[in-house]
């Protein structure tokens, strides 16, 4: 069987001051905890670097860009990808890119475990708002810091088809389905959820059940593993979900955080499992109907 011992490496809070060393001299932990229990892949939240920045105001460019990484490696975070290569391990890191152009982007980097840069996949459902929002207790700012990115790719990876997506790109159906037409049986996804929605406040009670129903259904629909990792905790004063779990392509959860700090979520990630489903249930070319769907893509 096609097997990856893949390791959610969910994170408690970061300070918004954090220094950038401290942050890496974290997730080199959490890299060398999951190494020692064999995980081959480890997978970080989204934004991982940094505090949950999205939640502020912050009008001075400078003080922005210092949330950014315009290279990536770059000179704080090399020490990651030369530790990971060093244990040959792979890893999947979220983080606020500024592209020499000047594009920002909500982004993930996934690395194969010699060191190869197998993609860098750009956030495409960016929530939130654009302008401040005084009513809120706390603002959701990505509409103002982030474009969305050009969609979803599968790359060959981890002896199988891999596929990245973050956070608020977990909650759409056409995540997985875009994904799913492209034969991915690996879906991996950090976030950053607040547990308090302030649209619409009576949301929250739920935001625990909601996240893994639309990773389970995800995973179920399409016959793909999904991994969800959180940067969790109360944050800056606001209480953002951890439960970063790992879901097989039957919408089961096989493991799942218990805490709301660092902590390594492992299992045993059989890729074959994947079709059971492909081959079956969901058979996309032997039971879909393209044709009957139009709306989906052309409303
Ligand atoms: N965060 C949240 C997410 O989609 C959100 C935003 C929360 C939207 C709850 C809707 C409901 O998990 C990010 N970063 O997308």
Known sequence: PREVVVAAAQMGPVARDAPR????ERLLSLLRGAAHRGAELVVFP???LTTFFP???????????AFFETEMPGPET???????????VGFQLGYAELTPDGHRYNTAILVERDGRIVSRYRKVHVPGHADEEPWRAFQHLERRYFEPGPGFEVHEAFGGIVGSATCNDRRWPETYRVLGLQGVEL?????NTP?????????DRLAGHHNTLVMAAGAYQNGTWVVGVAKGGVEEGVWSLAESQIISP???????????DDELVLALVDLDRCWDYKRTVFNFAQYR?????RLITDL
């Open 195 to 203: 547990i308090h929605y302030a649209p619409d406040p009576g949301q």
């Open 289 to 293: 109907l393209p044709d009957r769907y």
């Open 46 to 48: 989204e934004l991982a």
């Open 187 to 191: 879906v991996l996804i950090g976030y």
């Open 250 to 260: 039957g919408g089961e959860v096989v493991a799942r955080a218990t805490t709301e």
């Open 21 to 24: 060393a401290e942050v890496v």
């Open 55 to 65: 939640r502020y105001v912050i009008d001075d460019d400078a003080e922005l860009d």
């Open 78 to 88: 090399k020490v990651l990808f030369d530790e990971a290569a060093r244990l040959g």
